[in-house]
């Protein structure tokens, strides 16, 4: 596709269950991150990437979130025993190195 | 580590007015800055992007500067309209190695018409 694509879009989930975000960056792009927005909040940093490796982590909230990129592409974003505290929409972007970021739409993640 | 503030937090203007939305940030080692629109619950749209060897970028009625070593940069929105109305963010890109992005807090403007 032509821009960077999230999925799911929404997603609801119960307390404690674990649920996976996924992130496809724009081809050739070798940046990507990954951040969340609370409802009426700015945007908090979570993770970048570089490639396939992570060189800022600062962003993970505790050690229940966690994320992978592979293959220089796509992304996931683990977030284990959910808690309410976790619903939020949660934002990829990506860029080249000289170009701008480029977001997706989000995904809406619901702890119920 | 880089901080990036917005000012005034919230604006309110009546249509037809041209305003200023000012983003300050604290480390002047910067790739490129970017300036973007968030829509009430909606993704990021891209508005302008200013590389740090430039001093400013214009598109339509949107003109943004960029003082790099005061750390300042400005969007200009000229003969404001209602479809303005939105929270409008600026973010930085660290230079060197490591080129993570910090966003500001965001200026959400009301244009009344």
Known sequence: GAGVSQSPSNKVTEKGKDV???????????????????LGQGLEFLIYFQGNSAPDKSGLPSDRFSAERTGGSVSTLTIQRTQQEDSAVYLCASSSANTEAF??????LTVV | KQEVTQIPAALSVPEGENLVLNCSFT????????????DPGKGLTSLLLIQSSQREQTSGRLNASLDKS???????????????SATYLCAVRGSGGYQKVTFG???????IP
């Open chain 1, 20 to 38: 996976e975000l996924r992130c496809d960056p724009i081809s050739g792009h070798t940046a990507l991150y990954w951040y969340r927005q609370s």
């Open chain 1, 103 to 108: 977001f997706g739409q989000g995904t809406r």
């Open chain 2, 27 to 38: 480390d002047s080692a910067i790739y490129n800055l970017q300036w973007f629109r968030q």
């Open chain 2, 70 to 84: 005061s750390g300042r940069s400005t969007l200009y929105i000229a003969a404001s309209q209602p479809g303005d």
């Open chain 2, 105 to 111: 807090t965001g200026t959400k403007l009301q244009v």
